[in-house]
T-cell receptor, first 114, second 114 residues
């Protein structure tokens, strides 16, 4: 069972379109992160959201953390070919022993066609 | 450039063999994480070390082991390799590794088991 469910799995759109991708869980998290991974490279952090209901903007990207801190969304306005990549959400999972591990969803593979 | 260096970038080997993947974290980072990325499973957390000590463990197979050395570089050893071990292996580092910490990923080591 995947702790973080991302949807859609694949998304192909034309340049200039808007899109939203989702990250959902039945668990509550203290924070959630979004990463972008391009082919041949490792993931790169885009944003960390901490407070329920928080909205953060990064140029044309808008990130929202759900009020209950169980889900998050990423909205891209006027998508460009440079936005193409794998978008991953991630959250720290704290075990009963107190150790923390960063777990990832399977990602949304976005292709923006010129 | 994330500052995290992984070697080798590509590795082709046969079933039953053993390989060692190496990771040099960013200067000053004390935590090292290892992840396995495959098409069907996504990015799976394997293990984390903090300042030489094992901090958290994920779905790491018994055939796999890792360690972090006094100079903070880390090695991931994969033995008795199987076809299913073919994947991208990423190393990441962070200053500490707390719930809002940013992970910096290397470019990965692509392992192909034939």
């Amino acid at each position: 069972t995947q702790l973080l469910e991302q949807s859609p799995q694949f998304l192909s759109i034309q340049e200039g379109e808007n899109l939203t991708v989702y990250c959902n869980s039945s668990s509550v998290f203290s924070s959630l992160q979004w990463y972008r991974q391009e082919p041949g490279e490792g993931p790169v952090l885009l944003v960390t959201v901490v407070t329920g209901g928080e909205v953060k903007k990064l140029k044309r990207l808008t990130f929202q953390f759900g009020d209950a801190r169980k889900d998050s969304s990423l909205h891209i306005t006027a998508a460009q070919p440079g936005d193409t990549g794998l978008y991953l959400c991630a959250a720290f999972l704290i075990s009963q022993g107190g150790s923390e591990k960063l777990v990832f969803g399977k990602g949304t593979k976005l292709t923006v066609n010129p | 450039d994330s500052g995290v260096t992984q070697t080798p970038k590509h590795l082709i080997t046969a079933t039953g063999q053993r390989v060692t993947l190496r990771c040099s974290p960013r200067s000053g980072d004390l935590s090292v994480y290892w992840y396995q990325q495959s098409l069907d499973q996504g990015l799976q957390f394997l293990i984390q070390y903090y300042n030489g000590e094992e901090r958290a463990k994920g779905n790491i197979l018994e055939r796999f082991s890792a360690q972090q050395f006094p100079d903070l570089h880390s090695e991931l050893n994969l033995s008795s390799l199987e076809l299913g071990d073919s994947a991208l292996y990423f190393c990441a580092s962070s200053v500490a590794g707390g719930p809002t910490g940013e992970l910096f990923f290397g470019e990965g080591s692509r392992l192909t088991v034939l």
